[in-house]
């Protein structure tokens, strides 16, 4: 089966030859696979013949200048188009520092406002011409990567303080902030539609969740956020397509809601932060295709991450909708002789 066929009857909760297989490694894990014997010249997903996701992408932002501050052996500290000044330590796989936001009051917002507006070249016409006659010919996913919501306007443009603060203080402000992402996203993605150009369904990341809750209530979740996120699951379903949201920690409390709006698909199932994928399959398995929910702190401990792998798949796969990976990416602490066990082990247990 093609990567399409099989997402096609995950997402429409059908078996198929087996479960998707997909993930995302670092790029320090793809370097030490390639000094552990991965080729070079050849793609970890051809080398295990994995599920091949194709995504498009659009430049919402401000367009603020984005330059180089302070370039040192260590960092580099730079300004980012979303207003951001950012140090990127230069370490394998480290994690930047947020160091200072230009979008963190409603006057700053409204400026920056006023700079989000379509144009033509926010979007990579010329890839996508060339790009999806080869997608739809490999039997490819294709994703529409939307950008919206909590975690990308506190991570990316305003500060979790501010964000935070303002939807209790000010929820007006923050609704206006998440809903104009979103009308950017639709705007664009409007475009490509009607050029002709088709994808399987819209994905997006909003990590609402840390390691036991959520940083807000359900309420105020209910309030601000919810009727955004029904709006983009409308989008999406009014054109025969799937909503996927990406929300890392442990966001138990409002799956209801999420299932409510008619999220198809939901990502990662943080099992580290307290997500229970088996709860999740029991009660709502034949209305949420589930992808993830492997403990990514046990991939590099063979012998444990193929007992959970035999122990979890057989249960998530029932019935179909499951899409497999780790719940969260691959770190480089993982060898890839450990991958080549995972992937073999998923494909024994995962096959139906």
Not at 102 to 115: C, F, G, H, L, M
Not at 214 to 237: C, G, N
Not at 243 to 250: D, T, V
Not at 293 to 316: F, M, Q, S, T, Y
Request: proline residues 5%; contains cysteine; charged residues 25%.
């Amino acid at each position: 089966m093609t990567t399409k066929e099989r997402f096609s009857r995950m997402y429409t909760h059908r078996e198929a030859d087996r479960v998707p297989i997909i993930d995302g490694p670092w790029a320090g894990t793809i370097r030490r696979w390639q000094r552990e014997g991965l080729p070079a010249d050849r793609s970890w997903v051809d080398y295990f013949d994995l599920d091949h996701v194709a995504g498009i992408g659009a430049d919402i932002s401000p367009r603020y200048p984005a330059r180089v501050i302070e370039d040192t052996e260590r960092y580099v500290i730079s300004t980012t188009p979303w207003g951001v000044t950012l140090k990127e330590f230069k370490q394998e796989d480290s994690t930047p520092e947020f160091i200072d936001y230009r979008v963190n009051t409603p006057e700053a917002w409204e400026e920056a406002k006023s700079r989000m507006t379509y144009a033509d070249d926010r979007l990579n016409w010329e890839h996508l011409k060339n790009a999806y006659p080869v997608w739809q010919k490999e039997g490819m996913w294709i994703q529409a990567g939307f950008w919206f919501g909590f975690d990308v306007t506190h991570s990316w443009m305003a500060g979790t303080e501010t964000v935070l603060c303002g939807m209790y203080e000010n929820p007006d402000w923050i609704s206006d902030m998440f809903n104009t992402y979103l009308d950017m996203c639709i705007a664009h993605f409007e475009k490509i539609w009607d050029a002709g150009y088709r994808f399987d369904c819209i994905s997006w990341p909003d990590d609402v969740g840390y390691k036991g809750t959520t940083f807000f209530s359900p309420e105020m979740y209910r309030r601000i956020l919810k009727p955004v996120q029904k709006r983009a699951v409308d989008w999406a379903h009014n054109r025969g397509i799937y909503a996927h949201l990406h929300s890392c920690g442990n966001i138990m409390s409002i799956v209801p809601d999420l299932v409510e709006i008619g999220i198809d698909g939901l990502n990662p199932l943080e099992i580290k932060a307290g997500m229970d994928p088996f709860a999740l399959k029991r009660d709502y398995g034949d209305r949420l295709t589930l992808h993830g929910g492997i403990n990514a702190v046990l991939w590099d401990d063979r012998d444990a991450i193929v007992a959970e792998i035999e122990r979890c798949v057989p249960v998530l796969k029932q019935n179909g909708g499951y899409i497999f990976s780790s719940d969260h990416s691959i770190p480089n602490s993982v060898s890839f002789e450990n991958f080549r066990a995972i992937i073999e082990t998923v494909k024994r247990v995962g096959s139906y």
